[in-house]
């Protein structure tokens, strides 16, 4: 529930260990990288390594040679087997691939005359009625020969071209087509082929594999085709056992070129300077010892620790440290900002509100344990940080109906579990009129006490970062504490029948925080030893501006106050939402009456707890985070957690 402790590490070494420092480094679980840009063009001699990857290339051959054979490329569980430089695996990887171009050439080749013998097979399904030698009819000397399909619609017009000289026969026909050759002369070849083409003819070319009768030509390719089969067998037989015969060095290669590529993409957060490396960035304080031991035995490098601030052209990155209960919701303390290194992390005091809020406005035993239910279902199958939230938030849920005594909008319920515990009802009654009243009133309540807390947390982050205008003169500060307090004073007193407003005391708390917050600016600099005003700032636009300011400032008071009202609202929401589901389960009958009333439940557990949770998450960020969280920090990425480009 803070932020992790950061220090700044310095890796300076000889450019020809870059490698192997960059290859520890990617093995660092927590390293917070920094671009070497602040550095470049502000020292002499000093810029960002750029140079093209020697590394990919290789991997991409290698990653060429498994895919002939369907290897599986795998990390090496000891890569010491793989020769030590680059230059050695290129000369045995070229070695291997002089061995794999010739064979996979000569598969293509097989392939290739097995895809022909395949067609060849299927033309023959349409010549299988042809009790003739396919040989003897396109070696015609004066009879040209076509064989083709004609669409069947244009074979049944054949019979109104009598007087042309070509004689068509068909093989074969199926639904849509209709196979056969067409004969004519030589004279009349070009006149007739302008006719078939008018008749939407198209032309089949018969392989030159295709020779004698169908029958013969058959058994002649099935054979041709089997034989080319077990030829690839062969050669793809050849090519596993070569991979089988060298897989120790291909895994060991894959896996050191793997690395090294991989490394090769970190170069851009390294700077050079002569023959000198130089890496910065950051990592939590608690993992100075395992990091300094992982680079220790390098020689030609240093390993500088220093503080988070030392060097103020770097933000310090944010790292949150959180339990078990609180972690899941980060995800919406970074939907609306990081906090800085200097802040404190709202996530605990936002994971036990947003916990407590959302049970309250959506207080049902049956349908929390529902979400619950259904985030276990999302964090276990799906891994959703979100399904763990929907876990908490549930649960809450299910206990504040306990409270009510709802389950599935059933009101009485649990009306036996109170009587055996001594109670003659159930504690809160929601649709009492007076129970009403006091819902609202303590909703209000409750958005005091989060609000004064906010500010409080507002007042101890001014005076850690030595802020006096923040800590002391803001509306977020001890002034409009005070000036809260009292007028929440004076409008409880004003409830209860005792106005304190006449009160000197009362009225001196609050006008005097107005006047402080109003001169916030000038007295924090007068602190300082400045002049009250900036320079270029006249005092009639200072006084304007700032009435502005003021107004502005009152009315947040009051409508982040009256914000809290929606927590009580949308409990009588709830409980109206159900009333209306079981007045409606009531009128049907039979097997109506439940689908009704479990599709009541699904449908307000959907749309309520939808508008609940957004709802929930708008008062934390308006209502509480706007007191005291600014957000403006970067987080803390691992070099070991980025992406990598294919």
Known sequence: MSIAKMTLVQLTGKLQVLDEALLRLTEVPRFHPEQPFQLSGKVKGFSPISQENPYKPLLQQLTELAQLTGFELRPAPDSAQAPPSPEEMKTSLAALKVQFDKLSDYRKKLTGFAEENKEALALLERLQTLDADVDDIFSCEYVK??????????????????????VYVSLTEDDEYCYGFYFTTEEVIAEVDDLFASLYFERIWVP?????????????????????????????????????????????AYTRLSALNRTFEYRKYVGAYHD??????????????????????LENLTVDFRPHDSDRRFQ???????????????????????????????????????????????????????????????????RMEFGRILCRIGLSSALFGLLYGSVFGLENALDP???????????????????????????????????????????????????????LFSQNGLAGLIFYGAVLTGVVSMVMGHS?????????????????????????????????????VSPGGFLVEGFFELLEVLLSFVTNTMSFLRVGGFVISHAGMMAVVL??????????????????????MALEGFIVGIQVLRLEFYEMFSHYFEGQGIPFVSIAAEPQRP
Request: glycine fraction near 8%; charged fraction near 20%; proline fraction near 6%.
């Open 145 to 166: 020969v076509r064989f083709g399909r004609l669409p069947t619609d244009s074979y049944r017009k054949l019979d109104y071209y009598t007087d042309q000289l070509f």
């Open 208 to 252: 030159k594999t295709i020779h004698g009768t169908p029958e013969a030509a058959r058994e002649s390719l099935e054979h041709s085709l089997e034989q080319t089969n077990r030829d690839l067998e062969t050669v793809n037989r050849r090519l596993t056992e070569i991979m089988r015969q060298n897989s120790d060095f291909i895994l060991a």
């Open 276 to 297: 000198m490396f130089h890496i910065t960035g950051f990592i939590p304080t608690a993992d100075e010892n395992s990091f300094a031991e992982r680079f220790a035995g």
């Open 316 to 382: 310090t990155p944010t790292l949150l440290k959180n339990n078990w209960f609180c972690r899941p919701f980060e995800l919406f303390v970074e939907m609306y900002g990081i906090p800085s290194y200097e802040e404190l992390d709202p996530t605990a005091f936002l994971a036990l509100s947003y916990t407590l809020l959302f049970g309250i406005m959506f207080g049902d035993l049956g349908q929390g344990l529902c979400i619950a239910l259904l985030g276990l279902l999302l964090a276990r199958w799906k």
């Open 417 to 471: 579990l109170y009587h055996a515990l001594g109670f003659a009802e159930k504690p809160i009654e929601i649709m009492n009129p007076v129970t009403m009243n006091n819902l609202l009133f303590f909703a209000i309540g409750l958005g005091v006490v989060l609000i004064v807390v906010s500010i409080c947390m507002n007042i101890a982050l001014g005076l850690r970062a030595h802020d006096v205008e923040r800590a």
């Open 500 to 536: 304190l407003f006449g009160n000197p005391i009362l009225l001196s708390l609050c006008i005097l925080p107005i006047l402080v917050i109003f001169l916030k600016e000038p007295l924090a600099r007068l602190i300082d030893g400045s002049r009250p005003l900036p320079p270029g």
């Open 583 to 604: 007045t409606l389960t009531e009128m049907m009958q039979g097997s109506g009456s439940i689908l009704t009333f479990i599709g009541g439940n699904l449908f307000v």
